[in-house]
Each structure stands twice: as C-alpha cells, then as structure tokens.
C-alpha cells in the first residue's frame, strides 16, 4: 500500500479466529470473542510501527483437521487479491492442525508478501523458536516435495522411453499439435535451427554465432503468456546469445532423441538435423583443454563483498561481480559490478550505469557504513530519543504484569480449593451460594488470564526492541575496527547483515538534481558519477542527522588510489530497527 512520503506504511492486518465443538467441551481454547481480544491487543503493541486491524474472519465449530472451511477461504482470497498485509491468529494451529495444509498456507502468504503472526506463541523468524518451527514445516514440505518429484520422475521416464516429448515451452524449430500431441517442425523457424547448426560448425564459437544472426536481424521466438486473470504477456524477440546458441546446438531433442536423466531414447518427432551434422557442431562449441585452462585462469579469485546487494537503478537487474580483460601492474585482473543486460548483450544494451569498478565501490560502501560509526554521540542520542517512551514504560509494565501474575495464581489456587472442597463434601452437600463463588472465581480467573496475556505480549516486544537497537547500535561503532582485522568472508558477513540492498543510478552533477530523498548520496568513482541508495536492515538509527545539518550528502571517491574521502553524509531518517 503506498503512503506519503515520510508516513508508515500502513500494515494491513486480519485477524483469524478459529474454535471447534470438542475444543469448546475440553476448554482448551478461549471462546472467538477471546482469541479475537488477544489478536488485536498484539496488533495494537504494533500500532507505531502501522499496524492496523482491518479485517476479521472466523470459523466456529469447524475442526482443524483441514481447509475446508469458509473463514479460512476468505482469508486466502483475501491475501490473493492484497487486501492484507499481515494475518494474525491466537496459535498456529488455529489456522489447521495438518502440516501439509498449513506449509501450503504459509507458501501463499509468501508468495504474496503476507507475514503471518501467532499471537501467543511468539512465531517470528526472527527468534530461534520461529526459526525451528518454520524449518520443520519446510523440512516436512521438503519431504512431500521429494516424494512428488520421486513419483513425476517416474512417470516422467516412462513417457521418455517411448518417446514422447516430456513438456515445457515449444523448442524453437518445433511446433506442438495438440490433436496429436507431437511435435512437428515449423515451417519457417526449422531452417534457422539448421542454420545455427551449420554456422557453429563453420565459425567455432557460439558469441561469433549469435552476433551472426543479430547483424542479420534475427530475433528468438516470440511467446504469448497467458496469466490467470487472462490478460497476456508478450516475451521473447530478444537479441540471441551465446548461452542460448549453446542451449539449441546442445540439445539432443533436434537430431530426434529424447533425453532423460543420462539416458537417450529415440524420439517420435522427426529431428531437424542429422545426428552427423549434430556431433560436428558440438565437437566445435567444446572448448580444448588449453581453451579451458585459459577460461580457468580468467576466473574471478576476488572475493566481492557486495556480490547480491546491487541493483541497477535503471534497468532493475543485479549488478553482478564481472572480471575485466586488462590487469593491473600487479597482474591482477580489474574487477567490475556489470548490469546483467550489459553482460548479455555487450555494447547492444542501452543501460547507462553498465560497469561500476568493483574495489573503489567495495570502498565507498565500507566507507559509508564507517561514517555512521563516527558519530557515537548521534547514535547515543538517537537511541535515547527513539527509546525514552519504550524505557519508562517497562518499569510499570513489569509492575502491572506482577500483579496481574500474582492475582491470577491466587485466583487459580482458589478455583483449585473449589474443585478439592467439592469432591470432599459432593454433589448434594454443595450450597447455591458455594456454587455462585465458584463461577464468579472461574469468571474472573479467566478476566485476569486475559489481562496476563496482553500485559506478557506488551512486555516482550518493548525489550526485544530495546535490545536490539543497542546490538545495532554497538555493531556500527565497531563496524571500521572489526573491518580492519576481519578476512575477507568474514567481511562480506558483515556488511550482508547491516545492508540489506542497494541501488545504483548514473548520475551528471550539471543535469540532474540530488533527490531530497533520505539514504541518497551521490559518488564519484574515476571519472563517472553515481547516485547510491543503501538500504541498511536498520535504517533509522540516525533518525535526527539529516534534520540537524550535521552531513551533507557527497560522498566522493578520489584518484585511482581505491581511497575514499568522506564529507559525512546523509542516511535515512526511519527507525534502525524492525
């Protein structure tokens, strides 16, 4: 859901309550109107992070035993068409008492970007326990996952023996006729299969091959997706490229046999290319042993620290690690971060940011996150301000929950002393106003579980985030030292768990205008600007920085060098905690 700038972005939360007939006779489970309190006091211990209850589904007197059950239903379609954020339930298995089901629950919800939270059983990822009952269910998952490809493997085989075309997208040279359910050739695309063929043999290299057919126009198939709302999606007429001509001369499939596993069958479709001519143009793509001990030496032994945090701002694609050609006086290859557009189509691909030297970036990001750990009195002060109200508010807090605590053993003592006095005297020695007690004292021992449950919710969550502001805050004050001494796996750690992504755009100082959006600087690496977003997993620590004028947004790299000169900088004003 989109908010204004410098809003919260609104979490959309519905609550799930469930209650069966046996549940309801064993007392296991407060009624719905309980499970539905609990829910919406934990979204309301949220509410300064957006929180918000926006929707309740329920299903009474229906077993968990599966999925069949209107509430829950609601609650998928729903997820599916995003009119929530975050599903919240009393316990997990309010949501179904089956492990398949509910693997396959939390796959839509991840699939929708939906979190899922039990309220009273702390299910977060983010805490070991999370963590152990997510990994269960996904090891159960993995299992069914297994034993259905075990079973599809099989059938699979089965069909490969006989020499039937297993599915997938229509090679290109083949077209599918669904009456027959073969594959035939196509009239126009099964010439350029053989030529492709024909020039692997004649030029011996599948780059040389796929800039032939590029010069003369010559495009992939083009593919119409349909979705499931029915609208179409258009795909394919792209530039070829040497991984694809190394796909189509490779597969067996077009000198007519069908390959599954390590086992060839022939196949009941005709082949497009002899198998004479099939062996020549493979036998030329196959590099020689002194080709391969060349490609083994250009291979890239630097270890890049920001390898799966980049995004090219333009294009939208990762910035993956690239060696370059040349080498440094050190024999040393130089080393980039390349748009992945610029790596599959070369000097073709229209990005601008293209190739960014990979140890001056490397420098400029350790630099910036060093930065943060110059300012401790920032950081100190940040975290009083950010902190003071959740502080004071612990110490009532725990005082409340003792009380509530103490009240509630002293309630269930007495319900116990009941039971015992009744057992003692029975049935028909009991008095009316005896009985009357015993309910007033089972009521309001129910009130004041309740009450315990809000107040322990309320309670963890104010010091797990006290906690965990000071663990970022500490780890950014030692960020530059711990650098120093770390190797450089131990680096790449680090750095993966404070920054969570970053985007980088080409930038001109004379033309475009620095956006006045926070955790934005601009860089200078060589001759070429950049205009960075890092996205840090806690963004807000320095929450007061900007607004004080204490840094600018420049932060330039100098000279070849690889050192980095800082002005301080800017960095985004929202909590550094989640």
């Known amino acids: 859901m989109k908010t ?9 939360c519905a609550i799930y309550t469930r209650v069966s007939t046996d549940d309801q006779a064993r007392g296991d489970y407060s009624s719905l109107k309980s499970q539905k309190d609990i829910c919406e006091h934990y979204i309301s211990v949220h509410q300064m ?38 599903v919240v339930t009393y316990k997990i298995d309010r949501i179904t008492r089956s492990l398949p089901d509910f693997y396959q629950f939390w796959q839509k919800l991840e699939n929708h970007d939906v979190e899922f939270v039990s309220a009273t059983q702390n299910f977060d990822t983010a805490t070991p326990m999370g963590m152990l009952t997510l990994n269960m269910l996904l090891s159960f998952g993995q299992f069914e996952r297994e034993l259905t490809a075990e079973r599809t493997a099989h059938k699979l085989n089965e069909r490969a023996k006989h020499g039937k075309w297993n599915g997938g997208w229509v090679p290109i040279g083949y077209a599918y006729d669904k009456t027959t359910q073969h594959l035939q ?9 053989r030529e492709i063929y024909e020039l692997a043999v004649k030029l011996k290299n599948a780059t040389e091959v796929a800039k032939t057919l590029n010069q003369t126009g010559t495009k992939t198939r083009k593919r119409v997706l349909i979705r499931k709302d029915g609208t179409q999606r258009i795909v394919g007429e792209k530039r070829f490229r040497c991984d694809r001509i190394q796909g189509i001369v490779s597969n067996p499939l077009y000198k007519g046999i069908i390959k599954h596993g390590e086992q060839e069958y022939p ?17 030329a793509l196959t590099p020689t042993p002194t080709q391969r001990r060349g490609l083994l030496l250009k291979c890239d032994k630097h270890l890049h620290l920001l390898k799966g945090l980049l995004t090219c701002g333009h294009c939208g694609l990762s910035l993956t690690p690239y060696p370059g050609g040349k080498k440094d006086k050190n024999g040393n290859p130089y080393l980039y971060y390349s748009c992945t557009n610029v790596v599959k189509d070369g000097s073709a691909a229209e990005c601008p940011v293209r190739n960014i030297p990979a140890r001056s970036f490397e420098d400029v990001i350790i630099g910036y996150i060093g930065e943060l750990g110059r300012h401790p009195e920032i950081i100190k002060a940040t975290i009083f301000a950010s902190n003071q109200a959740k502080l004071k508010a612990l110490r009532p807090l725990k005082s409340s929950f003792a009380k509530v605590d103490q009240e509630y053993r002293q309630l269930s003592d007495a319900v116990r002393n009941c039971v015992e006095t009744a057992k003692k005297k029975g049935a028909d ?36 985030v006290v906690i965990d502001e000071k663990v970022i805050a500490d780890s950014l004050l030692r960020f530059e030292n711990l650098m120093k001494v770390l190797p450089p796996e131990e680096q790449k750690e680090l750095i993966q768990l404070i920054v969570k992504g970053i985007t980088v755009n080409q930038f001109e100082p004379n033309k475009d ?66």
């Open 513 to 578: 205008k620095l956006p006045t959006q926070e955790g934005v600087f601009k860089t200078r690496i060589r001759t070429s600007w950049y205009l960075v977003n890092v996205e840090l997993y806690a963004s807000d620590l320095l929450a007061r920085i900007s607004k004080e004028g204490k840094i600018s947004s420049d932060f330039t790299l100098v000279g070849s060098s690889g050192r980095a000169r800082t002005c301080d900088l800017v960095v985004n004003s929202h909590p550094l905690y989640h």
């Open 49 to 86: 992070e957006g929180w918000g209850s926006t929707a309740y589904f329920e299903d009474a007197g229906y077993s968990g035993k599966d999925m069949n059950r209107s509430g829950i239903q609601a609650v998928i379609s729903a997820v599916e068409m995003g009119k929530i954020d975050v």
């Open 4 to 12: 204004r700038k410098g809003e919260k972005k609104l979490m959309r």
């Open 267 to 283: 196949a009941e479709h005709p082949g497009l290319v002899s198998a004479k001519l099939w062996d020549a143009a493979n036998a």
């Open 429 to 464: 020695h009991i008095s009316e106003d005896f009985m009357r007690e015993a309910d007033r004292l089972a009521a309001r021992k129910h009130e004041v579980e309740l009450e315990r449950e809000k107040l322990r919710i309320e309670l963890e969550y104010r010091e797990k």
């Open 185 to 193: 050739p196509h009239p126009e695309e099964a010439s350029l299969v």
